[in-house]
């Protein structure tokens, strides 16, 4: 176990390298940094100045490692835009992310998990059919679209729920509904793929052989292994649902990175975009090592040596 | 129904709904079992005694539907139970053991877990009950230190561990009736040996009865108390174990009984009795007997359904000249022939054959050693799966290598085809050095030597037709013209016994038994001088294994073949080869004249190798092989199951 978790390390080291690489690549062969910080109207002086006082003269490698063991540290530098320390800006609009990340992920699997359980115990049944209709229209459809046709629905026709903002939980209903609407029909047809697989095996037969009632053989025994594939996709969708967030917080006005990362992006606040990109990517590793090592804990055979 | 009975079928039958129409399984099938018989079912794949087990358990497919008269398991009709009811009975009084010991585990829950929730779903033992008796039933089937056992989990086992695992399950709840369904199939012959007897005391200590299905005439003989035959989906001969063995009465019967080599009986090097022709297709309406177009005593009467008639006390046949045939030599059309032509194959020409100084392969100190487990903490460590085998094959005969599941044999097999490197040692064909692994010396070996592989289900194109299968080889070594392709295929065909029909069909539109003579077709169409035939008849049919085992025999008369014959089946062994090798932990341990080894074996493993075979001869029980033997190999078993075999596992 030990030597899997130092080997993903070391690779999770090596890919965050690269990820920082190439942000930081980007974003300086995207024009004239320091032009841009200094306005449209800037003399040729006050852009030297400026481009002397935020170090962007220095070569670039020097520029990339400076910035790279200072994000080690934590330190992103500050921003162009707010004039405060990118720290703490990313610190604030943190939660709002990730909790938007994970309740749509808990609301995807909730409804993924036994929608794709009921699909495979009733195979070709009415279940089936439909949960395969939902998952379909959830894959095709775009999710910003999604989005606000429940704007137009729960909060302007209903008023049910807010439009906008993020003062209270009813804020994130709809923004969570729409997010895991997008991560919740690959984990429902990885459920049902896994569990009618499952289905067939020996053990199984087992199982119900030793008469075990319905309920025990599909949870206790299929479930149970039919899950370990799913767990892995559910850590990676979480990394891709903190990503892709920026259309949704953007369409809800949730100040969350996402938000941060589009109107930095918008404003040529490079420290922020660059520190977004970065704090992203760590996140993605990191749960991809997550999913790694929960199927590994959830699979006896995978648990063994490493 | 008698009073002692404990289960009564009547008129039991499994209809299989298929994509090419109604396929009839089970054809209206009779019989009762006592409290603590052991009834054997045997019949050959495709049979139904499969699918008349889950029909008992109530565990059929989707699309199959069962229909009886009576199926009356404690005085209880089965067929009018509701579903909780019948899940009361499954797992408590009628429990099952399947055939695969390494997949009918749960790889997720440990061995405690799903051998304690058996007794926990039909009784209100609590945990710590149930983990007692678990304790006790693993120690009654030979698991040492069973209390640590119970937090293992399934793949810490090897598979004979694991079946006896199984076992142990079966008894949780003290059954009235355990099914077994081919126990013993997927294990090595010692531990094959070792189960039946475990399984054999069991039944008689716990006093359950069983029902055990088998292909194997062999384990009927030394286990069954009652034999019933079943063929193409009914039962055609019902008899106590010595009696059917004695005097069987369905020519069916007495075709099984007769195409299975027995050491010490048949005369090796002789064509076998093979039932001629392919079980017949259940899919639409089956009139009158389902054997006689194979069965050689076929009358005109035939036509008609035949009942089961009761001939002695117990004894029961499903034909309509039962009782009188016996006596009767049933005539031998098929084989006759080959039977003259192989008339001078007799050990004395064997040995003369050998005589001749002429080594047609050779192998000198042949190694392979597997480098695993590399890792940051961890020091790389091997496996010598093949550890310095010297060997020599001398042109036109034949050597068997056998050896268990592990062994090395198809580490061997495969360094000879090039199909992998070797990590040290020669290979010689006909006295020439031959580097398998450059193109070269590839084109070299493959036009002399060529694989026959064990399962002709997977080995052959399915995108490719019969022809084409073969053709192919003689089109990537550029022989001859497309014509004259044409004529050495079909000659070939021919040959092997492919009728001009099947020339242009897919390997799946093919019976398994054609398929492998396929294969024979496709290695020999280059005229190689030596075949390797790994396992080449063990995926098969024991009628089946008799056609190719005669063809094997013939062709290697007729065009002056070397085999070397890889297999764990010893019976096939002495009936094909000339000298053995027994092969053990990658060293051959004893090499030999066939008759040397199976009669005056020196090493104390190849006498635990013979001891373990089951020659169909009821009354002599199951050979008692060492307990210790099993859980001395555990490591070596649960090592192989993660390294030793870099291919499949099977």
């Known amino acids: 176990m030990l030597n899997f978790l130092l080997q993903r390390l070391s690779v999770a080291v090596a890919v965050l390298f690269t990820v920082a690489l190439i942000a930081f690549s980007l974003l300086h062969l995207s024009g004239d940094l320091a032009a841009a910080i200094a306005g449209p109207e800037a003399t040729v002086e006050t852009i030297e100045h400026v481009r002397h006082q935020y170090g962007l003269d220095r070569p670039m490698a020097t520029q990339f490692f400076q910035w790279l063991s200072s994000a080690a540290r934590l330190d992103f530098g500050r921003s162009f835009y707010f004039e405060s320390s990118v720290r703490e800006l990313v610190w604030q609009r943190m939660p709002i992310t990730l909790n938007l990340g994970v309740v749509s992920l808990l609301l995807a699997l909730v409804v993924a998990i036994p929608l794709g359980v009921l699909a495979a115990v009733f195979r070709d049944g009415v279940i089936d059919r439909l949960s395969m209709f939902i998952s379909v229209i959830g894959q095709a459809m775009p999710n910003f679209w999604f989005a606000l046709v429940l704007v137009l629905v729960f909060a302007v026709e209903l008023k049910w729920l807010p439009v906008a903002g993020n003062a209270s939980w009813k804020n994130f209903v709809l923004p969570s509904i729409a997010l895991s609407y997008h991560a919740m029909p690959a984990l429902m047809r990885l459920t049902r793929s896994g569990m009618l697989d499952v289905f067939s095996a020996d053990y199984i037969r087992t199982a119900r052989a030793k008469g075990l009632p319905a309920f025990t053989v599909v949870v206790k025994h299929a479930l149970r292994n039919a899950i370990i594939p799913v767990v892995a996709l559910a850590a990676v969708e979480l990394g891709f649902m903190l990503g892709g967030s920026i259309v949704i917080e953007a369409i809800f006005s949730l100040q969350g990175l996402g938000q941060l990362a589009w109107d930095s992006i918008a404003r040529n606040d490079f420290p922020v975009v660059q520190a977004i990109v970065l704090i992203i990517a760590v996140f993605y590793l990191a749960l991809s090592l997550l999913g790694d090592v929960l199927s590994a804990l959830l699979d006896p055979r995978l648990r063994k040596n490493g | ?650």
């Open chain 2, 1 to 650: 129904m008698s009073d002692d009975a404990l289960l009564e079928v009547r008129n039991l039958r499994v209809d299989l709904q298929t994509s090419n129409g109604t396929l009839h399984a089970v054809r209206g099938i009779d019989f009762s079992l006592r409290h603590g018989e052991m009834l054997c079912l045997v019949g050959e794949s495709g049979c139904g005694k499969s699918i008349t087990s889950l029909a008992l358990m109530d565990l059929l497919p989707r699309n199959a539907t069962r229909r009886a008269d009576a199926l009356r398991f404690k005085g209880v009709d089965l067929r009018t139970l509701s579903d909780p009811a019948m899940r009361a009975v499954r797992g408590k009084q009628m429990t099952m053991i399947f055939q695969e010991p390494m997949t009918s585990l749960n790889p997720s829950w440990t061995l405690g877990n799903q051998l304690c929730e058996t007794l926990r779903a039909h009784t209100d033992a609590t945990w710590a009950q149930a983990r007692d008796r678990a304790v006790l039933l693993l120690e009654k089937v030979g698991i040492p230190s069973a209390s640590e056992r119970l937090n293992q989990y399934p793949h810490q086992l090897s598979g004979g561990l694991r079946q006896r695992v199984m076992i142990a399950m079966a008894l949780m709840c003290g059954p009235d009736l355990i099914i077994a369904d081919e126990p013993t199939t997927a294990l090595d012959v010692t531990i094959q040996a070792q189960i039946l007897h475990l399984l054999r005391d069991l039944q008689r200590e716990f006093r359950t009865a069983v029902i055990f299905i088998t292909h194997d005439l062999g384990v009927v003989a030394r286990i069954a108390d009652r034999v019933a035959v079943m063929y193409a989906g009914e039962i055609v001969e019902t008899a106590p174990v010595r009696e059917l063995f004695e005097r069987p009465e369905h020519p069916y019967t007495r075709g099984l009984l007769e195409c299975i080599p027995v050491p010490g009986k048949t005369a090796p090097g002789q064509p076998l009795q093979a039932i001629p022709g392919v079980v017949p297709n259940l899919v639409g309406t089956l009139s009158g007997c389902a054997f006689r177009n194979r069965c050689a005593c076929a009358v005109e009467d035939c036509r008609n359904a035949p009942p089961l008639a009761v001939l002695r006390p117990e004894h029961g046949v499903r034909c309509v000249r039962a009782g009188r045939l016996s006596g009767v030599q049933a005539p031998q059309p098929d084989t006759s022939a080959e039977r003259a032509e192989c008339a001078e194959l007799t050990p004395a020409s064997r040995l003369a054959a050998q005589a001749e100084d002429d080594v047609a392969l050779e192998l000198i100190a042949l190694t392979k050693v597997f480098r695993l487990g590399r890792g940051l903490f961890r020091s790389p460590w091997e496996i010598r799966a093949v550890n310095e085998v010297s060997l020599r094959v001398k042109r036109g005969t034949s050597l068997g290598l056998v050896g268990e599941s592990g062994c090395g044999k198809t580490t061997l097999a495969r360094m000879l085809l090039g199909l992998m490197p070797p990590t040290a040692g020669s290979i010689l064909i006909e006295g020439k050095k031959i580097d398998p692994t450059d193109s070269a010396g590839h084109r070299a070996l493959t036009s002399r030597m060529q694989p026959i592989f064990q399962d002709p289900y997977s080995s052959l194109n399915p995108r490719r037709t019969v022809f084409d299968l073969v053709e192919v080889a003689l089109r990537l070594h550029k022989v001859g013209t497309p014509e004259s392709r044409r004529i050495d295929v079909g000659e070939m065909l021919d040959r092997v016994g492919m009728p001009t029909r099947t020339h242009h069909q897919y390997p799946g539109q093919l019976s398994g038994g054609q398929r492998q003579r396929v294969a024979i077709a496709r290695a020999l169409i280059l005229r190689p001088k030596i075949l390797i035939c790994d396992e080449p008849t063990s995926a098969l049919d024991v009628s089946v294994q008799a056609q190719i085992l005669n063809l094997l025999l013939t062709l290697k008369k007729d065009l002056g073949l070397t085999y070397l014959f890889i297999s764990h089946n010893l019976s096939v062994v002495e009936h094909i080869v000339d000298e053995v090798a027994v092969m053990r932990g990658g060293v051959i341990v004893e090499r030999g004249d066939c008759t040397q080894i199976f009669h005056a074996p020196r090493h104390p493993y190849t006498r635990t190798l013979l001891a373990s075979i089951l020659t169909p001869e009821p009354g002599l029980g199951v050979p008692d092989i060492a307990g210790d033997q099993e859980t001395g190999d555990r490591c070596r078993e649960t090592e192989n199951s993660c390294g030793l075999r870099p291919e499949k596992d099977r």
